[in-house]
Every structure is written in C-alpha cells, then in structure tokens.
C-alpha cells in the first residue's frame, strides 16, 4: 500500500503519523523531542511505523512541520505547522473553521474557509504566556504533577482570578492567593481561565471552533471551559496532541497523488 | 534554482559617497568648520545646507547600530541610565553607545566617535523622541537645541498647518545665523530644496521601477540605497549617484534581472526595517519566490511638495505631507494606491516595539485593509534595533507560513 507519513517536530514534543491514501491514522507517535532533532524525528517515525504494521519502503512521501522541521533530512519537504494544523482540523471538520491550536511554546490561532483555504493566522508573540509552557512553569510552582491539573480544575468549585499577562506576574499572583487561603483546585481552574483568555486575546473566532494541540489533549477540560467562554460548541480531532503530523501528512498525501 | 542576481555595482560608489559624508563630517568636528547640525531624518535640511552647515542625521547613526547589532550590546547602558527599553531603540542605542564610548563609524572609517553637534535641529513631524534624543546631547555639549513642533495625524494638509510652520522655520534662522556664522540668504536655500528636489524625483523612479514584473529591486536593496537620498539630500551628490543607480536599474530592466529569481509574490513592508536582520528576512523571502517590492519606510523620502520658487511653504508642504505625519484614513488610501500599482498581494505590518509612530497596526489596519482591499496581512512583531524584542524562529516560521498561505490562495 502507498501511504505517507507526517513528522511535526516541536520544541517541547515529536510527533509522527502514518495514513493509508484515503487520509485514515495507521500508526501514531508522541516522543519528547530532546535536542537532537533529527533522531527524535526518526525515532517517531519508527515508532509510528510500527504501531501502523508498515515498512519504510511503503512510504511514498514523508513531510516534517513543526519548529525543527528544517532539521529533519528524512522528510523530503517541509511545511510551517499552520498550513499542517489547519490541514488537519479541515480534514477532520470540513467547513469554514477557526483553529485554536495551544502548542508547548506558542499558540495559534488560524482561520480557515469553507473551501478549506487559509484566510489568515496568528501566533502568540515571543512570550510565553498562555502556552503549555505557562501551565509547566505553573505546574512545578505548585509542585504539582502535570497529568493532575485536569483532573483539579474539572473539581473546582471555586475559581481564583488571576488577572496578569506575563508568567512570572501570575506566579506571584498565584503566591498571593496561596497565601489567602484559595484551594489548589481553584487556582489551577484559574490558570487555565488565564491560558483560555491569552489565546482569546490574539484574534476573533469566526465559524465551528477546533482545538488542537498537545495542551488540549492532556487537559480536555480546557476544551469545555473555552466552549463554555465562548458560548458555543468546541470542537477537537481524534488524538488533538498529532493534529500537526496528521496535517502535514495530509499534504504530503495531495501533492503525491496523481494529477487528475 | 535560478541564479541570483548579481551584485548592484553602483553600491561601490555609495560606499564611497557614505565615507565622504562621514569622513567629512569627522573633519569639520575636529577642526570646528565648517559647523555642524544634527538634523532628524525628515528635518529641515534643506535649510542648514543652506547656512553652511555640515548635516549629521543621528537616526543614520541608528541605523547602522542596528545593521552592525551592535545597538543590542549597547541598549542596555541607556537603559540603566534612565531610558526605558520601551522608548525609540535608535535613540537607546545612539545614546548607549555614546555612554560606552564606541561607535560603528570606527569599523567602517576609522573614525573615533560621532561629530560633536555645534547645534541641534529637530522635527517632531515625526515623533516626540527625537526631542528628547537631540535633548541628552543639547545638555551634554551645552549647545543650543531647536526645532519645530509638527503637527501631527493629518487628513488633509491646510493652510494654516503649512503658515505655522513657515512661521517655526524662519524662527530657527537667527540661531543658525548665530552658531554658523553666516547670514540667511534666500538663493541659496532655493538652491539646495531645489537639489532636495532632484534627488526625490530619482528617488521616487528608483522606488518605481519595482512596479515592474519581475521586479529589478527589492525593499531590502532600497533600504540600503536610500542612504543618499537621507543623509545627501540638498547636495548635488545625491543627484548624480540616483542618476547612476537607475542607468544600471534601466539595464536590469532590459535584460530582464528580476532582484528574487523566479518571483512569483510580490509583498508590501509597511513600518520600519528590522535592521540587525535584513539579511536573514531578505533570504527566507527569496527562498520563498517573494519580493517585497513596495514599502511605507523607503517612500518616506520622497518629498514631491519641494519648489524651489516658493522654498520655505514648500518645505513646510513637503515635511508636513509625509505619510508619518498623517491620519490612519489616509495612509489607507496611500497603502491602496501603492499596493494597486505594484500589484502586491500581501502586506507585512512590522510592529516595531520601540516604535508606535511606525507601527500602523496597532489601531487594526491590517484588519480593514484585509476586509476592504482583500490583501492577505501579516503582523511580525519585532523591533528597528533591539534583538531583544525580536525572534528569529517565530519569525520565519510566521513569514513562511504568510507565502504558503499566499500560495493556497492563489491556487
Ligand atoms: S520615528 Fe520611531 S524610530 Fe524614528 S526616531 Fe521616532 S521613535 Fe525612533
């Protein structure tokens, strides 16, 4: 079988996708990425190699996206990972979208038409604020364990307001309200208010909402609470975290296929 | 690949051009003649050449911190010296350097630091910080500052703006006459805004020739040969390299040179240069088959209001025209036009941090003229001059992802 295989090589993770021509998930990968990229990139696309039952020489194309993606000589292009997330999210939800998309080190916002087009995006600016780096440095702050912040938020019975843009700010606001007695829960729902109200900040939301990314899929309550701030339905694809090597991977299937 | 285009030769004469003007400059300094006059970039010059003055523009100076990155090592002294990394990042590095005693005109000309200021001359036409700039200097040497206080967010340019600042002009002359020594004459300034003159008028074709397909220069040649049309305007020098340049631009032309082989986008640059990364941006857009063929920053030099049979209205006209110092509705019709002409498809909004006067972003243009114009829009954040505020990957990562964009509209 021909299939093609997505590498999106993040600051933070690697993630690998195999597909069958007609664009169905094989085989996946999530690895750290570490500081080689070049072997990160070949580690999950073995990993995801296997999980597909695939050998290499079924591969017709390989394309890489993601923050490493020039680094990868195993993957004969590249894509930026805005054209892959939106690939992605059009793929799964055909129509016009906007693409929230909460990254290890940025976050982006990308709208999409009908047509599947892209008509515009956003990326956060260099701060880190609202991003999973923001809930990371939080998270080692309050000496929690990451995997647990979804579970405290979704307890919550209060919220603590955290009003500040810029990380080390919100940890000190955090401290102070250590200090007055807020329950873990309720600070750990406010952080994730303050990651949903940074991403809402950087652009409109126009037509069906999708989220993607690796934040949103440790952390599906983020989901809820964005659909609840925006009053409307938010969407994810299945595993939101390969969003970005599913898309890429997408593309490298298109521009493979025969001319018609 | 096609190959690159070779090498602009002219580039050689204004090297040559740019040591004199420093190397003059340095000398006058020293030896205390003739006199010299800082002057802001859109200041009247036209007027201190006609004093006799040797002109020195600072943002010049800037500039060439910020290309030579040196302005990033050097920020941070004008920063603990009470000027915020919030403010214009050419007058932290200017002042910076100046504090550290090290200036990039050694590198290039040996020479040992900037040329002391006998008067200091501003516009605030556009902006408050080159005020404050000229003001530091003003109380270091203990030399006279003036200036004119522009107005500022203009629609139309009225009468009464342009009497004001006839008015302001004819008042700095009994300094200038006092610190030059030389009388005011009235011929003399007509001849140099007549020069003024001719040096827009080739300025203005040298940015026109990118209107063609493919173009023959790119925003980033222009930025580098603008620096006549700055720091030489008022001389007959500047006329003659501009002369120079478009002879070789017309041959380009003729033999079909585009500046980004394979052009395939064309892209308009609306704020300031990142300085300290021309280079890179210039490569990732090449690569990418975009030109950037028309920009706001090049264009600020072309002054069409100067006459020389009426100098001091037509000066006033010419410095109250420019695009800085006008309203957000007409720098939209004025974007309109050039993006019409130049057929380009996309504009980059540089949000310079430092910089609120050239970041038109800020009030949601980029938004109306998606809306309005169908123009793709794309907001890199970045600075003139600090590094510190700028990020090469999301940089690259965001111009890329603008061109692919680009590419999937226009298939
Ligand atoms: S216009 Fe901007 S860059 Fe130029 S001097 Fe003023 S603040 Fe600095």
Request: hydrophobic content about 45%; proline content about 5%.
């Amino acid at each position: 079988m021909k299939l093609a295989a997505g590498i999106d090589i993040g600051a933070a993770a690697t993630k690998a996708a195999v597909l069958d021509p007609s664009g169905r998930l094989l085989g996946g990968a999530v690895l750290r990425t570490g500081v080689d990229f070049a072997l990160a990139g070949a580690r999950a696309l073995d990993e995801a190699l296997a999980q597909a039952g695939a050998r290499p020489e079924e591969l017709t194309a390989v394309f890489a996206c993601g923050y490493g993606r020039k680094n990868l000589p195993l993957a004969s292009e590249t894509r930026t990972e805005i054209a892959a997330h939106a690939a992605a999210a059009y793929h799964f939800f055909p129509r016009a979208l906007t693409v929230i998309d909460i990254g290890g080190q940025d976050n982006k916002i990308i709208k999409v038409n009908a047509q599947g087009q892209r008509l515009d995006f956003k990326m956060n600016r260099k701060c880190a604020a609202g991003t999973g780096a923001f809930l990371e440095e939080m998270a080692l702050r309050l000496d929690l364990p990451l995997e647990s912040m979804d579970s405290l938020a979704r307890q919550a019975e209060d919220e603590a307001r955290l009003g500040a843009f810029c990380t080390v700010f919100t940890a000190t606001e955090v401290l102070g309200k250590i200090r007055e007695g807020a329950p873990l829960s309720a600070l750990v729902k406010g952080l994730f208010r303050s990651v949903i109200k940074r991403v809402l900040e950087m652009d409109s939301i126009e037509g069906a909402v999708v989220m993607t990314g690796g934040v949103v899929a440790h952390n599906p309550y983020l989901v809820e609470m964005m659909a609840q701030e925006l009053g409307r339905e938010v969407l994810t694809p299945p595993q939101p975290q390969l969003a970005g090597a599913i898309g890429v991977a997408l593309i490298a299937l298109r521009s493979h296929e025969p001319a018609r | 690949m096609p190959d690159a285009p070779p090498p602009i030769k002219a580039t050689k004469k204004m090297k040559e051009l740019m040591a004199g003007h420093f190397l003059g400059l340095d000398q006058a300094a020293r030896e205390g003649r003739p006199k010299v006059a800082w002057c802001t970039s859109v200041g009247p010059a036209e007027l201190l050449h006609a004093m006799g003055f040797a002109v020195y523009y600072p943002e010049n100076h800037g500039a060439l911190l910020g290309a030579t990155r040196m302005a990033t090592e050097v920020i941070p002294t004008a920063n603990a010296a009470g000027y915020s990394p919030d403010i214009c990042s050419y007058l932290t590095a200017d002042v910076g350097a100046f504090l550290k005693g090290v200036t990039p005109l050694t590198q290039a000309y040996g020479i040992a630091t900037v040329p002391k200021a006998d008067v200091l001359v501003f516009n605030t036409n556009q902006c408050r910080d080159v005020e404050d700039w000229f003001a530091f200097y003003a109380r270091h040497w203990n030399v006279p500052i003036v200036g004119v206080r522009s107005h500022r967010g203009l629609g139309e340019v009225k009468s009464h703006h342009v009497a004001d600042v006839v008015a302001q002009f004819k008042d700095l002359i009994p300094t200038l006459e006092r610190v030059s020594g030389n009388k005011f004459d009235l011929d003399r300034l007509r001849e140099t805004v007549r020069l003024s003159k001719e040096c827009t008028l080739r300025w203005r074709r040298v940015l026109e020739l990118a209107s063609r397909t493919p173009s023959p220069m790119t925003f980033f040649d222009h930025t580098i040969h603008m620096a006549p049309a700055v720091v030489l305007r008022g001389l007959p020098e500047a006329v003659e390299y501009y002369d120079l340049l478009l002879a070789e631009m017309d041959q380009r032309i003729a033999d079909g040179v585009a500046a980004v082989p394979g052009e395939r986008h064309r892209l308009y640059w609306e704020g300031m240069p990142v300085w300290g990364r021309l280079r890179m941006l210039s490569d990732l857009l090449s690569e990418a088959k975009a030109a950037v063929v028309a920009s706001t920053y090049c264009n600020s030099w072309i002054f069409d209001a100067f006459d020389e049979r009426d100098p001091f209205e037509s000066m006033a006209r010419a410095y109250l025209e420019l695009f800085i110092v006008r309203d957000d509705e007409y720098k939209e019709r004025y974007i309109h036009q050039w993006v019409e002409r130049f057929g380009v498809k996309g504009v980059i909004f540089h949000d310079a941090k430092t910089c609120p006067n050239n970041s038109n972003n800020r009030y949601a243009m980029p938004q109306r003229l998606a809306r309005n114009l169908g123009l793709s829009t794309l907001v890199l954040n970045g600075d003139l001059n600090d590094l510190r505020l700028f990020s090469d990957e999301q940089a690259k990562t965001n111009l890329e992802a603008f061109v692919e964009q680009m590419e999937e509209l226009a298939a």
